[in-house]
């Protein structure tokens, strides 16, 4: 009996000298992230209309997607894209492309799908904008 109360005793000084999965979840240096003013965006070409160049960043942030996918979670996949194009291309691109006369269907797809691939981290499906 008394070799039984000492293993239980010993049994449980053990597991109290163990740190609590709290305890080891909280054992972390936070990360610092770098503030807006920082960071200079780099942009790319993605299409013209005319002689004018429309670019978009060549590295979206990660905010972007998220914003993107909490959107499409409320509303809907299409209602969420045009925020997202909006602010991948900025106000002046986005007015380009809606006041387009030229701009046809596999254009904009093309275009739609490049931001959603860049935003996302998708794999970008083969081919060129048909011009």
Do not use: C
């Not at 009996?1 to 000084?13: H, L, V």
């Not at 200079?40 to 209309?49: A, G, H, T």
């Amino acid at each position: 009996m008394a070799s039984t109360t000492r293993q239980t005793t010993a049994a449980r000084k053990r597991a109290a000298a163990k740190p609590t999965s709290t305890e080891e979840a909280l054992a972390f240096e936070p990360i610092r992230i770098a503030s807006n003013d920082d960071i200079e965006v780099q942009r790319v070409p993605l299409f013209y209309i005319g002689d004018d160049e429309y670019t978009i960043p060549k590295s979206i942030p990660p905010g972007v997607a998220l914003q993107f996918l909490r959107e499409a979670r409320d509303h809907g996949r299409d209602i969420a894209t045009a925020p997202l194009l909006t602010r991948v291309l900025g106000e002046d691109a986005y007015e380009a492309l809606e006041q387009s006369k030229a701009l046809t269907e596999e254009q904009m797809e093309w275009i739609v799908d490049k931001v959603l691939d860049l935003a996302l981290s998708r794999k970008p499906k083969e081919g060129k904008a048909q011009r």
